[in-house]
């Protein structure tokens, strides 16, 4: 049995960016211009809802900024690699458990 593979298609309702690649995309959104401060990131998108989970469990902006040590980036890159670990952190730490994970693996 064949897994058909994933479409680039963003604009499926029922897919939802989480982790890296919710923090790429809002970075696009709010026009991030490098270099860039913790502390301006902190002071202007702090309070931005940030999901870490597929099911949609959030984190405050601030709080993933607060767990990294680095106070400045000057690459998009830089910043998304330093977050990385971090967001899938978040990601265990509201995971559900392995009946979640179980669920998640099973194709309905």
């Given at each position: 049995?064949?897994?058909?593979?994933?479409?680039?298609?963003?604009?499926?309702?029922?897919?939802?960016?989480?982790?890296?690649?919710?923090?790429?995309?809002?970075?696009?959104?709010?026009?991030?211009?490098?270099?860039?401060?913790?502390?301006?990131?902190?002071?202007?998108?702090?309070?931005?809802?940030?999901?870490?989970?597929?099911?949609?469990?959030?984190?405050?902006?601030?709080?993933?900024?607060?767990?990294?040590?680095?106070?400045?980036?000057?690459?998009?890159q830089?910043?998304?690699?330093?977050?990385?670990?971090?967001?899938?952190?978040?990601?265990?730490?509201?995971?559900?458990?392995?009946?979640?994970?179980?669920?998640?693996?099973?194709p309905?």
């Amino acid at each position: 049995m064949a897994v058909r593979p994933p479409t680039n298609d963003t604009d499926d309702p029922e897919s939802i960016e989480f982790g890296i690649a919710a923090i790429d995309e809002r970075l696009s959104r709010w026009d991030v211009s490098f270099p860039v401060t913790t502390a301006e990131l902190a002071e202007t998108y702090g309070e931005e809802q940030i999901p870490v989970t597929p099911s949609g469990k959030t984190v405050p902006f601030r709080a993933v900024l607060t767990r990294i040590e680095t106070e400045h980036f000057d690459k998009r890159q830089e910043l998304l690699n330093t977050l990385h670990p971090v967001l899938e952190a978040e990601r265990e730490k509201h995971s559900g458990g392995l009946i979640n994970r179980l669920r998640s693996l099973l194709p309905f």
